[in-house]
T-cell receptor, first 118, second 114 residues
Framework: SQQGEEDPQALSIQEGENATMNCSYK?????LQWYRQNSGRGLVHLIL?????REKHSGRLRVTLDTSKKSSSLLITASRAADTASYFC??????????????????FGQGTILTVHP | EPEVTQTPSHQVTQMGQEVILRCVPI?????FYWYRQILGQKVEFLVS????????KSEIFDDQFSVERPDGSNFTLKIRSTKLEDSAMYFC????????????FGSGTQLSVL
């Protein structure tokens, strides 16, 4: 089955450093998304990269996608204490259900807990 | 910025009781979802809903679960007879138009089954 698996499971850095989180998956995807979750709160969408894209930027975020290796990475540059949260990758894939479309089913990874020390 | 709202934020119930979790998706969104996260585990897909019917559901979403859009704004998840293992954070989400786009999640309902 398709899974997103992140590593590392936990990452602790100092403010100003860069944080890199990786995600691997098993099956073909339509897109891969990264979400952030503050403790006890909902998931906030950060960035979406489609299977035909290799790199995408949004502010201090940079996402890469390597479909040949079935992996993605999320880089947060110049981290801040406020970036402390759990980060999840989630994959969306085409399914034969309902005429070849997938209605938003995302498969989430286990997540990386990022702690940024001031 | 528009947001998905969920009520209640916490729900405690006795095993075997019925619970209804409520969600108000973003008003112009057409696709609605429920996910859940058991403590310390992955976020898991339960069900997607479009055009007043279930589009897709997971193995978790058995006959004890049902969803409904009773009016133009609310989206509910009902668990008919709760089990201990239903204890989890339940997230509602919605998306604007087409499939395979980003989801907007609510803050969740923490369900505790005793």
């Amino acid at each position: 089955s398709q899974q997103g698996e992140e590593d590392p499971q936990a990452l602790s850095i100092q403010e100003g450093e860069n944080a890199t989180m990786n995600c691997s998956y098993k099956t073909s995807i339509n897109n891969l998304q990264w979400y952030r979750q503050n403790s006890g709160r909902g998931l906030v969408h950060l960035i979406l990269i489609r299977s035909n894209e290799r790199e995408k930027h949004s502010g201090r975020l940079r996402v890469t996608l390597d479909t040949s290796k079935k992996s993605s990475s999320l880089l947060i540059t110049a981290s801040r204490a406020a970036d402390t949260a759990s980060y999840f990758c989630a994959t969306a894939f085409d399914s034969p259900y309902a005429g070849g479309t997938s209605y938003g089913k995302l498969t989430f990874g286990q997540g990386t807990i990022l702690t940024v020390h001031p | 910025e528009p947001e998905v709202t969920q009520t209640p934020s916490h729900q405690v119930t006795q095993m075997g009781q019925e619970v209804i979790l409520r969600c108000v998706p973003i008003s112009n969104h057409l696709y609605f979802y429920w996910y859940r996260q058991i403590l310390g585990q992955k976020v898991e897909f339960l069900v997607s809903f479009y055009n007043n019917e279930i589009s897709e559901k997971s193995e978790i979403f058995d006959d004890q679960f049902s969803v409904e859009r009773p009016d133009g704004s609310n989206f509910t998840l009902k668990i008919r007879s709760t089990k201990l293992e239903d204890s989890a954070m339940y997230f509602c989400a919605s998306s604007e138009r087409v499939v395979r786009e980003k989801l907007f999640f609510g803050s969740g309902t923490q369900l505790s089954v005793l």
